[in-house]
């Protein structure tokens, strides 16, 4: 999916239409708190001070969402805005 660099789109901290520039902030895999406290408990089993660790279940992948950073260029804000719902092609910069 193609996006302009540059868009017209609502911006809500000045509350007004103004142009913004895109960047693409679709990410895929976010690590996990190292620590939490489930993720101590892991390291814990796997250290083997109890029994046998469960595995992750199996589910179904489900497509990330495409997002974008949109800056306002009149109030320089930072807000993200979702693009196409589910992902089938990620999306890109217009060159």
Known sequence: MIVPKTM???CP???KYAEHKVKVS???IKPGRTLAWGTRRHARKLAGVHG???GKAKVK????RNKIML????CKKKHEQVISGRMKKKAELAR
Do not use: A, P, W, Y
């Not at 800056?71 to 009149?74: I, M, P």
């Open 13 to 15: 901290s000045c509350r």
């Open 61 to 64: 992948k489900q497509g990330i």
């Open 52 to 54: 046998k660790v469960k």
């Open 26 to 28: 679709t990410t895929k």
């Open 71 to 74: 800056e306002c260029l009149s």
């Open 8 to 10: 017209n789109t609502f």
